[in-house]
């Protein structure tokens, strides 16, 4: 069973940083793509950026690109998102998840999220 938890988030300044860990178990993750999402108050969920364990190619949404950062560790089998240069519209609920890189883009595996709130 694939458990995925999302830890650091909290209120910040706009400007400010925040760096958000997602501790994933319950299997080898060599050949699973990692992501982050993100869904602000009355919006649909959006992606933010995506990892692949076995490359560590990365991808990034636009209105991030430049101030988030996504990495691993592999011995710890926790994914990161490097968050700086907040700003208010960053605000949301932040989820990790998981997918089968041969198994579609449908991310099938998701953590409970993490808030993170940007004050302006």
């Known amino acids: 069973q694939v458990q995925l938890v999302e830890s650091g988030g909290g209120l910040v300044q706009a400007g400010g940083s925040l760096r958000l860990s997602c501790a994933a178990s319950?299997?080898?993750?060599?050949?699973?793509?990692m992501g982050w999402f993100r869904q602000a108050p009355g919006k649909e969920r959006e992606f933010v950026a995506s990892?692949?364990?076995?490359?560590?190619?990365?991808s990034y949404a636009d209105a991030v690109k430049g101030r988030f950062a996504i990495s691993f560790d592999y011995a710890k089998n926790t994914v990161y998102l490097q968050m700086n240069s907040l700003k208010a519209e960053d605000t949301g609920v932040y989820y990790c998840?998981?997918?089968?890189?041969?198994?579609?883009?449908?991310?099938?595996?998701w953590g409970q999220g993490t808030q993170v709130t940007v004050s302006s």
């Open positions: 998840a998981a997918r089968f890189v041969l198994g579609g883009p449908k991310y099938n595996y």
């Open positions: 990892i692949r364990w076995s490359s560590g190619s990365t």
């Open positions: 319950g299997r080898t993750f060599a050949n699973y793509a």
